[in-house]
Every structure is written in C-alpha cells, then in structure tokens.
C-alpha cells in the first residue's frame, strides 16, 4: 500500500511473521500488540513504516479493525 504521506507495508503471512517475532526475541523483545499491548493475543499482522523504519505489530481482533484497504483480508 501507498500513500503519499507515508509508505507502509503489510505483513501478515505467517512464515514472515514468525520470522519477525524470532528476531524480535533474539535481542530480548517479545512481538505485542502495539495497540492493546496484550501480550496473550497472537501477532496476525505487522505494519511496516518504510520511512520511519518501525514496525506495528497488530494482534487478531486490532488486525481487523484497520482501515479496509490497509490489507488483502
Ligand atoms: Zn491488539
């Protein structure tokens, strides 16, 4: 996705968020969601900020409640 304010891409396969969330833990960080900051909801989906070069991960229930047209589901 694009904007002209902001570049951000989605990730929600889940080899890649799995990937994310053992890089995360290999310098002490767990993945939470950046919204609730509910530790026991599973990651479904990570906003990347290209510009920023941060990362939002989104849990199930947050996941869902973005924007259509933030993600493919
Ligand atoms: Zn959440």
Known sequence: M???LIQIETIEDA???AALSAAA???GAELV???CLN???AIAGVLVMLEGDEIWALCGP???ELP???HAA
Do not use: A, K
Request: hydrophobic share 20%; aromatic share 4%.
């Open 15 to 17: 080899s890649s968020l």
């Open 25 to 27: 833990r290999s310098r």
């Open 33 to 35: 969601c950046r919204r």
């Open 2 to 4: 694009q904007s002209e």
């Open 39 to 41: 530790i026991g909801e």
């Open 62 to 64: 947050c996941w869902r």
């Open 68 to 70: 259509r047209g933030m």
